[in-house]
C-alpha cells in the first residue's frame, strides 16, 4: 500500500545537537509531501512541503528518490523545537485527504 | 491566512447522549473537511472526509451511524457523536483544504470529549 513511515515514536536530542527526523514513502515517481507540526497545547500547522524547498524555523527536507525518503532535518536543534511532528503523503485515491503516519515526538534537552 | 474553527473547544456529556463538534472555515471556502480522532499521544486518525453537499466519506472501522457527518456549507462541517460512550472520549480535530488540489490542509484547534 501506499504510505508514509516514521519509524521513530521518539527522539531526544540535547540542545544544540544536530538532528534529523525520518520520513520513507512508499508512492511512485516524485510526490508532494509535507512536513507538519503540533507543539503543545496547539493546532496542527504546516511546518514546510517539499515542493517549495524552504527552510522554515531552520528546518529543511529533501526529497531523495533514490532512498524514497524525506528525511526533515536541522543542523542545531533548540528547545522550542520540541512538538510532535508528521510527515503526510500526498493525495490518496477516491479523493484528496492527508491520512497521517505514527508522528515523531521529538524532545530537545537543555 | 486560512483559519479553521471548531466548537466547541471541549465537551463532557453524559453517556447515550449526543454531541455536536461544528467546524467553520472563518476566510475561506472549503469544499472537502477532514475528520480526525486524536488518542493521547498518539497520531491523527483520519474518520472521514466531508464534502459539501454530498455523503462523506468513512475510513474503515468508523461507524457511519455512530459518527454523523453533515456539511451543508462550504463553510461548515458538523460531526455528531450520537449515543455517546466512554469510549468515544477522545480529541476530534478537522481540517480543510481551499480547493481540490493537492495543497495545505488547515486545522482546527480540535473539540476534547469526554463521555462520563
Known amino acids: 500500500a501506499q504510505r508514509v513511515t516514521q519509524p521513530e515514536k521518539l527522539l531526544s536530542v540535547f540542545k544544540g545537537a544536530p538532528v534529523e527526523l525520518k520520513c520513507n514513502y512508499s508512492?511512485?515517481?516524485?510526490?508532494?509531501l509535507f512536513w507538519y507540526v503540533q507543539y503543545s497545547r496547539q493546532r496542527l500547522q504546516l511546518l514546510l512541503r517539499h515542493i517549495s524547498r524552504e527552510s522554515i524555523k531552520g528546518f529543511t527536507a529533501d526529497l531523495n528518490k533514490g532512498e524514497t525518503s524525506f528525511h526533515l532535518k536541522k543542523p542545531f536543534a533548540q528547545e522550542e523545537d520540541s512538538a510532535m511532528y508528521y510527515c503526510a503523503p500526498p493525495n490518496n485515491t477516491g479523493g484528496f485527504k492527508t491520512i497521517f503516519g505514527a508522528g515523531t515526538r521529538l524532545f530537545v534537552k537543555a | 491566512g486560512a483559519v479553521v474553527s471548531q466548537h466547541p473547544s471541549w465537551v463532557i456529556c453524559k453517556s447515550g447522549t449526543s454531541v455536536k463538534i461544528e467546524c467553520r472555515s472563518l476566510d475561506f471556502q472549503a469544499t472537502t473537511m477532514f475528520w480526525y480522532r486524536q488518542f493521547p499521544k498518539q497520531s491523527l486518525m483520519l474518520m472521514a472526509t466531508?464534502?459539501?453537499?454530498?455523503?462523506?466519506?468513512?475510513e474503515q472501522g468508523v461507524e457511519k451511524d455512530k459518527f454523523l457527518i453533515n456539511h451543508a456549507s462550504l463553510t461548515l462541517s458538523t460531526l455528531t457523536v450520537t449515543s455517546a460512550h466512554p469510549e468515544d472520549s477522545s480529541f476530534y480535530i478537522c481540517s480543510a483544504r481551499r480547493d481540490s488540489s493537492n495543497t495545505e490542509a488547515f486545522f482546527g484547534q480540535g473539540t476534547r470529549l469526554t463521555v462520563v
Open positions: 466531508s464534502n459539501e453537499g454530498s455523503k462523506a466519506t468513512y
Open positions: 508512492y511512485s515517481g516524485s510526490p508532494e
